[in-house]
């Protein structure tokens, strides 16, 4: 069960009905199953974005489902000091914990549902690894890391973190109650989350209810995509089946639409969802490790910076580094 909920879920604002003689419903384009791969020093995650292009997923760049994972004693791990430049990370943590630093002064603890984001900009040193309590003890982990891409003009801007905690998320409900949203960023209706976003997003996790539906209200001139964390449901005006690590990805249109099957699967009673969607920066992309540019050259040179320390040094009080 995702770390933030409520026992009072009918006393929550809901989220606007949209009126179906003007709405347009958003027709689902493609549906992906992510594949399982590891992370760092050995976690495994789902990519989620696998197979789609740079051109459909805009501003968006790249995103992980870390887990979910019940670690044993001693299996939690985490990522080595690395650099970014060019783009946002964004760390969300729906169950479990990770201690995370920056070369630019950012860092702390993110746990049962807080978000870290952060601008790496011009360049920054980073590192992401779990507690030792958490090593010692084992125990559940989950979450998600989203990259978000900046305009060409912003990609060498100071680095920028900010930490929202998980009851600093706006939550609505829909009108009859039966689910549960979670808004990290951007605006659902008149509603909007805490994130301050460089690059213009919406990102909010829902949680149905077995056999509940919701119809949201959505940007026309963002993209629209679902992802689906854990149980079963159906996407679209047209219900489509929509599983367990699959990606939706939205046509044009000012709503969209997810259902929860009657009888999930038999690991959770609910249908989680992340849905994301995003202002497209329509610049050319070149990625390659962890750094996101416009072109190959910027990349070279972005690797040849990290070499010679341009990008950050680690600072002399670092958290302990837990690895392989």
């Known amino acids: 069960m995702p770390a933030v909920t409520t026992d009072r879920l009918l006393e929550l604002p809901r989220v606007p009905v949209p009126d179906p003689q003007v ?5 689902v384009r493609s549906i992906t199953s992510a594949p399982q791969g590891f992370e760092g020093e050995g976690f495994p995650v789902y990519r989620a974005f696998a197979g789609v292009s740079k051109q459909t997923l805009d501003p968006f760049i790249h995103m992980d489902q870390m887990g979910e994972v019940e670690y044993a004693a001693g299996e939690p791990k985490g990522t080595p000091w690395h650099p970014h430049r060019g783009f946002e990370t964004v760390t969300y943590i729906i169950d479990g914990t990770f201690v ?30 779990p507690p030792e309590s958490l090593v010692m003890s084992g125990g559940l982990f ?20 900010q930490s929202i905690e998980g009851p600093q998320a706006t939550l609505l409900t829909t009108p009859d109650g ?21 690059t213009p997003i919406t990102m909010l996790h829902a949680t149905l209810s077995p056999g509940a539906s919701m119809t949201l209200p959505w940007n026309p001139a963002y993209n629209a995509l679902a992802y689906s964390l854990s149980g079963r449901g159906t996407v679209g005006a047209d219900s489509r ?3 367990a690590h699959h990606l939706t990805v ?4 000012d709503t969209i639409t997810i259902a929860a099957t ?10 989680d969802v992340l849905l994301l969607g995003g202002q497209p920066i329509r610049e050319p992309v070149f990625a390659y490790g962890p750094f996101v540019m416009n072109t ?10 990290y070499k010679k320390g341009k990008l950050g040094v680690i600072p002399a009080d670092p958290i302990p580094h837990i690895g392989a």
Do not use: C
């Open 262 to 271: 009657d009888r999930p699967d038999s690991r959770t009673p609910n249908f």
């Open 241 to 243: 089946p929509f599983d």
């Open 178 to 198: 039966g689910a549960l949203i979670r808004v990290v960023a951007g605006d659902v209706g008149e509603h909007r989350g805490p994130g301050s976003t460089f």
């Open 142 to 161: 989950h979450g998600i890391q989203l990259w978000v891409n900046l305009p060409a003009a912003n990609k060498w801007n100071p680095p920028h973190y």
């Open 250 to 253: 939205f046509g044009a249109g």
């Open 23 to 27: 709405a347009t419903p958003r027709k």
């Open 100 to 129: 995370h630093q920056d070369s630019h002064g950012g860092g702390g603890v993110i746990t049962d549902g807080d978000t870290q984001w952060m601008t790496a900009g011009s360049g920054l040193l980073h590192i992401e690894t």
């Open 296 to 305: 190959q050259a910027e990349v070279v040179q972005a690797f040849e910076d």
